[in-house]
């Protein structure tokens, strides 16, 4: 419906709504501004929350526990719902409260524009009509005028008193305000002409237009508001698939935590190496007593140890038991030892991780001075065929520097890789005499174990056996080409303690190492020690190392820790 038709006459009230209908925008408006406002302190706070609970130390010193870095994971993708939060702040700042507040202005601009052209009309109107009044007061006062001119001259013109120059007077005054009246009603009749036809131009053209544009204007405010309604709407929609996959990448990171996981990263973190401390053996102080009575019974031993033992046996040496009591630090309260270069204050296996990380940083030490070297040896190669480039002899004291810091660096590589060897060395040893003497009841007297350890009698326990050196990691592109020359000197085979299905093809290019097809079965012979290496054996008879992350392991259950 039209307000121009329907309302003509509800100027004021229509001044009202429209002013009502500006005032519920900004109020509207206020409120997406408090809301962004709740959105971007929202996203603040979760971004501190994040920064609080994220690690300060770096990633080498971060535990790599799969619940700490699934906590990790879960830090980031919230970090990640903060941006989203940001970015419906965002959007509702630009695209609905920014525009509201643009439109507001303009509407009252436009409103006030609309209200003047009305007001000109309506006061043209009343102009049109004080005309009409003041010509409609004249008429009547020129009427009355005539009338009373009227009366006086026929009062004068009937009384025989009165002298002809008053009826003459009296009648050229009827006659003057005869004339003035009809002048009068003409006047009077040509306003009312003119404010009748102003007043028929003002209801049925002027006001309709003013509240024709008055009502596009308030139905433009209303789809304005519908659309930013939508806007708001949409500002939160628009993050749902991003947010969606923020809860995604959590329900992963929970599904990641791997409690078997994080039980062997405990073990490679603190395992020492060493063999658990073996049996007390009883100490006999009787021995020296002089024996009562033919059953013995001022012995000390327990009936038990006689008939194990079969006879009292000698003295401890207190050599070994110096070694033994040594061990007791593993089940109690290990003792303060100080920081050695070599790491030998560590257990054997700390030892070892410890030496193969210091190694792997000198390596890269050693990379970045020969990178060095090259590039000023170009730079010299450079200077020499190019000589207003720069002097080459200015590069050669950069250049001995850096040969002596690669020199400092190979000296430091080859320390530690012997020290290295000595830890492996010690490790294998141990695991051998360990498999020894688990498996002496196979192993024929004065022949090699599976490991290369001799083990003719308990006297050679100490011998230093034949260092076994694992093979290179899976991702060394340059393995020593002598690490293979002694890994397959043992004269009787390992035996197979699995078998494994190779996920992928090796081409085992590297000595010592396997070659195998995909889908290949292989029989199991030694498992991966920590090195990413596992020695295998093919059906027929041939033996090498395969890394491990290429094959599916299945070991025998009697044959674990074996």
């Known amino acids: 419906m039209s307000w121009g038709t329907e309302l003509w006459d509800q100027f004021d009230n229509l001044d009202k709504h429209t002013q009502w209908g500006i005032d519920f925008l900004e109020r509207y408006a206020k409120f997406v501004k408090e809301r ?14 994040v920064k609080k609970y994220c690690p300060k130390r770096s990633k080498d010193e971060e535990p790599r526990f799969t619940s700490c870095l699934s906590f990790y994971s879960i830090l980031n993708e919230l970090n990640d719902y903060a941006g989203q939060r940001e970015v419906v702040a965002e959007e509702m700042a630009h695209k609905v409260y920014g525009e509201l507040m643009r439109y507001s202005q303009d509407l009252k601009a436009e409103r006030k524009h609309h ?20 010509s409609k007061r004249k008429f009547e006062r020129e009427c009355k005028e005539a009338e009373k001119s009227q009366i006086n001259f026929d009062r004068l013109d009937n009384d025989i008193n ?18 003035m009246a009809d002048e009068s009603k003409n006047e009077y009749a040509a306003q009312l002409q003119n404010f009748n036809a102003e007043q028929w131009k003002h209801f049925n053209n002027a006001i309709p237009h003013i509240f024709k544009n008055l009502q596009d204007m308030d139905e433009r405010r209303t789809v304005k508001l519908g659309e930013t309604y939508r806007s708001f709407a949409e500002a939160e929609r628009r993050v749902i698939p991003i947010v969606s996959k923020c809860l995604e990448g959590m329900v992963s990171a929970a599904k990641a935590v791997d409690e078997r996981r994080d039980a062997s990263i405990v073990v490679e973190s603190f395992k020492s190496g060493f063999d658990p401390p073996g049996d007390f053996p009883f100490e006999d102080f009787s021995q020296n007593l002089s024996r009562t009575g033919s059953d013995g019974t001022i012995s000390g031993t327990p009936k038990g140890e006689r008939e194990r033992e079969g006879a009292p046996g000698p003295r401890p040496d207190p050599k070994h038991m110096s070694r033994t009591k040594n061990k007791l630090w593993l089940f109690g309260k290990k003792p303060k030892a100080p920081s050695l270069e070599d790491f030998s204050h560590l257990p054997p296996e700390q030892r070892r991780k410890r030496l193969q990380q210091r190694i792997d940083e000198l390596s890269k030490e050693l990379q970045k001075e020969m990178d060095q070297r090259d590039a000023l040896n170009k730079m010299k190669d450079v200077y020499e065929k190019n ?16 040969i002596c810091n690669m020199e400092k660096l190979r000296s430091e590589i080859h320390k530690n ?25 196979h192993t024929p007297q004065g022949r090699e174990s599976p490991e290369g350890s001799y083990t003719e ?3 050679q326990e100490h011998h230093t056996p034949h260092r076994r050196p694992g093979p290179p990691q899976p991702g060394n592109p340059n393995p020593d080409p002598h690490e293979f020359d002694d890994e397959f000197d043992d004269d009787d085979p390992l035996p197979v303690i699995g078998h494994c299905k190779a996920l992928y093809s090796f081409d085992g290019q590297n000595e010592g190492t396997l070659v195998m097809a995909e889908d290949e079965v292989l029989y199991i012979i030694e498992e991966d020690k920590g090195d990413g290496w596992t020695r295998a054996r093919k059906q027929g008879g041939e033996e090498g190392y395969v890394p491990t992350s290429y094959v599916e392991i299945t070991l025998e259950k009697n044959s674990k820790g074996s």
């Open 457 to 459: 009698d308990t006297s």
């Open 162 to 179: 009165a002298t002809k120059s008053e009826v003459e007077k009296a009648k050229a005054q009827l006659y003057l305000r005869t004339h």
């Open 36 to 49: 962004l406002d709740i959105e971007q302190n929202y996203a603040k706070q979760l971004r501190n929350l």
């Open 417 to 441: 890789e012997t020290w290295l060897s000595e830890v492996e060395g010690k490790q294998s040893s141990r695991g051998d005499r360990r498999h020894s003497a688990d498996n002496h009841h």
């Open 115 to 134: 209200l003047q052209e009305g007001r000109k009309a309506q006061q043209y109107l009343d102009h049109s009509w004080k005309q009409m009044d003041n």
């Open 387 to 402: 000589p207003q480039m720069g002097d080459p002899s200015s590069l050669q004291p950069k250049i001995s520097e850096t």
